[in-house]
Structure formats: structure tokens, C-alpha cells
């Protein structure tokens, strides 16, 4: 079994400052980790991955995140938000067997609100 | 390319009524996604569909709920009888034949259910 724990529910910052969302999961099996964001009225939408290799992994509208394995976290940063960043954030892990018994099916921490105040 | 689409965005209904929601993935897209976020709680897997056949179905909750994928192409996810636990939003998703590695699911913009 799988789980995910995002550790703030809410995280208000303001313009250009830096933001860290934390994310720590639990796995028996090596993992797939995600990132996904939601905008209001739109479905998720997928803003980075870490499926092998480098810990570090970039994705879109300025987003990074790092891999670490022996805390089992994948916390998402990015130096400076704007306005638009303002969204609802999922963390998820799915299996890294392929083939294996889970094809792919995703699971989800409750998800952290960003907001960004001017 | 169209993307993931879902149909209604809303649906209210009381208790004991029937509603079925439909979800209509990227053309050619072999796996179909069911996902439900209870308010106030994560995005949990309902079940998942490799074209018409039900590859895994552990996450439904009760026998309530009746999920169909005619033809390999739209799915449909029916609620008979409704309750008021049922409501929350209903994503489904969508990705390639996974052969191998990592296929990414593309979302839909959700259905949201309100059980009166």
C-alpha cells in the first residue's frame, strides 16, 4: 500500500518570494513521484516528474522539485511565484513496475491551496 | 487535440436518485482513469479500464456504483441509488497503452456531484 502526505494544507505568500510545498509518501515498492496543479474550473494538469535519474527535476512555469529517497519526500519550490501561481497543488506516487499490478493508477495527498498575494 | 472531456460539470440530485456521468478520453487512448475527491479529503482511484475491459476495480466503493466503457471509447460511471457521501468531484483521466516505462494520465476537468 501507498500513501502521500502533503504537510500544509494552505500556504499564503506573497508576490516573488520563494514557496516550498512539502510532500513525504510511504511505499513497500520503488515509486513514481508527481506533481500536479490545479487552476479553478480546470482539471489537473501535470507540472513535473521524478521516474529515474537525476533527484532534481524541473518542470513547467518555473517549478523544481527534489527527490529524496532516505526522507521519502519530493518537496515542489519555486524562487519566485507570481499571481498566477495561485492554485490548488496535488502530490502523487504510482508504481514504478512496469507491468505491474497497479498500471499506472495514481495516489494523491489531500493537496496544499497556494495562494499569492500582490 | 481534444483533451479529456466530461459531462455535466455540475449535477445535483436528492438522495436515491439515479445519475450517471460521462467521461470521453483523448482519441486512441487505451486507459481510462476514474478518480473521486471527497470534499475536505484526497483524490482517490476508483477504477481503471484498458480499453472495454476493467483492468482493476478495487477502488469502487460499493455496489452502488456501476462503471461501463462500451467500444473501448467514453466510459460512463452510474450512482443508483445516490447518497450523501457520493458527493465530491468525479475526475476521470486518460493515457496511452501503457507498454512500458511511464505514460502520462491527462485529466478532465472533473464532474461535480451534490447529493441533496
Known amino acids: 500500500a501507498q500513501s502521500v502526505t502533503q504537510l500544509d494544507s494552505q500556504v499564503p505568500v506573497f508576490e516573488e518570494a520563494p514557496v516550498e510545498l512539502r510532500c513525504n509518501y510511504s511505499?513497500?515498492?520503488?515509486?513514481?513521484l508527481f506533481w500536479y496543479v490545479q487552476y479553478p474550473n480546470q482539471g489537473l494538469q501535470l507540472l513535473l516528474k521524478y521516474l529515474s535519474g537525476s533527484t532534481l527535476v524541473k518542470g513547467i512555469n518555473g517549478f523544481e522539485a527534489e527527490f529524496n529517497k532516505s526522507q521519502t519526500s519530493f518537496h515542489l519550490r519555486k524562487p519566485s511565484v507570481h499571481i498566477s501561481d495561485t492554485a490548488e497543488y496535488f502530490c502523487?506516487?504510482?508504481?514504478?513496475?512496469?507491468?505491474?499490478?497497479?498500471?499506472?493508477?495514481?495516489?494523491f495527498g489531500q493537496g496544499t491551496i497556494l495562494t499569492v498575494h500582490p | 487535440e481534444a483533451g479529456v472531456t466530461q459531462f455535466p460539470s455540475h449535477s445535483v440530485i436528492e438522495k436515491g436518485q439515479t445519475v450517471t456521468l460521462r467521461c470521453d478520453p483523448i482519441s486512441g487512448h487505451d486507459n481510462l482513469y476514474w478518480y473521486r475527491r471527497v470534499m475536505g479529503k484526497e483524490i482517490k482511484f476508483l477504477l481503471h479500464?484498458?480499453?472495454?475491459?476493467?483492468?482493476?476495480e478495487s477502488g469502487m466503493p460499493n455496489n452502488r456504483f456501476l462503471a461501463e466503457r462500451t467500444g473501448g471509447t467514453y466510459s460512463t460511471l452510474k450512482v443508483q441509488p445516490a447518497e450523501l457521501e457520493d458527493s465530491g468531484v468525479y475526475f476521470c483521466a486518460s493515457s496511452p497503452r501503457w507498454l512500458a516505462g511511464f505514460y502520462e494520465q491527462y485529466f478532465g476537468p472533473g464532474t461535480r456531484l451534490t447529493v441533496t
Open positions: 511505499s513497500s515498492v520503488s515509486v513514481y
Open positions: 479500464f484498458v480499453k472495454e475491459s476493467k483492468q482493476d
Open positions: 502523487a506516487v504510482s508504481d514504478s513496475v512496469a507491468g505491474g499490478t497497479s498500471y499506472g493508477k495514481l495516489t
